[in-house]
């Protein structure tokens, strides 16, 4: 995926995710960000929350790092 489309995206669910989810921020990072993914590429992605809400919890992996 492309870094304008990725954006993009994220513009577009925005809204919706700050309703349902308290999300603040929505920041996009590694190779998508640089603009240098390939087809077999994550996107990284970084929410900021008011808080973690209960329903959140099913969509974070359960190796994600928490600082």
């Known amino acids: 995926m492309k870094r ?3 954006l993009e995206m994220l513009k577009s669910h925005k809204a919706d ?3 349902k989810f308290g999300v603040i921020r ?3 990072f590694g190779s998508t960000a640089r603009d240098a ?3 077999g590429s994550d996107i990284d992605i970084l ?3 008011k808080t973690l809400r209960p329903e959140l919890r ?9 600082v």
Not at 58 to 66: K, L, N, W
């Open 4 to 6: 304008y489309e990725a």
């Open 17 to 19: 995710l700050m309703w």
């Open 26 to 28: 929505l920041a996009l």
């Open 37 to 39: 993914a390939d087809p």
């Open 47 to 49: 929410v900021t929350e």
């Open 58 to 66: 099913p969509h974070i992996e359960q190796d994600a790092v928490h």
